[in-house]
Every structure is written in C-alpha cells, then in structure tokens.
C-alpha cells in the first residue's frame, strides 16, 4: 500500500501574509458599518482578532518565536495595529 507524503503542518509565509491581509481587510469593511465608529469598531475587532489568534495558536501548539510564520505572529501584528489605532482613538477628545 501507497504512503501518504509526511506534510508539514506549517505555511509558508505567503500563505500566512495572505490571509493575514485578507483578515484585515475583512475587518475594516466591519468597522466601516460600526456603530461606535471606525476608529473604536476596528479596535474591538483588532482586540477579538488577537485572542482568537492567541487561542488558535495555544490550540495548535505552535512555537510562539518559531522560525515560520504562524498564529502567534499573527497575534503581534495584530496587537500593533491594535495600538496605532487606539493611539489615535485615545488622543482625539471627546
């Protein structure tokens, strides 16, 4: 009987880019309908998008300083962008 080729569970970083851009863009299409704003919607989603990756990668025991791309980059980028947005939310007065 034939075997199966040993795939390997990881991405290569294009993969992991592309759908870290089409999350994104994803995302801002949502905050652009928010009702709080798009400054505060797209931080709530930013916020949702880093426990979820965090819990992703918890879940699949991938290697938080690997040296492929994985979730737990996914959760830094995120978490950046998170604070460039609420830099700019917090710093408008109300």
Known sequence: MAQLPN???ELRPA???IRFFVRMSILLAFAAFASIGF????????WMSIV???VVGTMRREPPFGAALNHWD???AYAAVFA??????????A
């Open 15 to 17: 993969q992991v880019l």
């Open 52 to 54: 979820l990756c965090a």
């Open 7 to 9: 795939l390997s569970r």
């Open 74 to 76: 996914e959760t830094v």
């Open 39 to 46: 400054a505060r919607g797209l931080g709530a989603l930013l």
């Open 84 to 93: 460039l947005v609420s830099s700019f939310t917090h710093s408008v007065p």
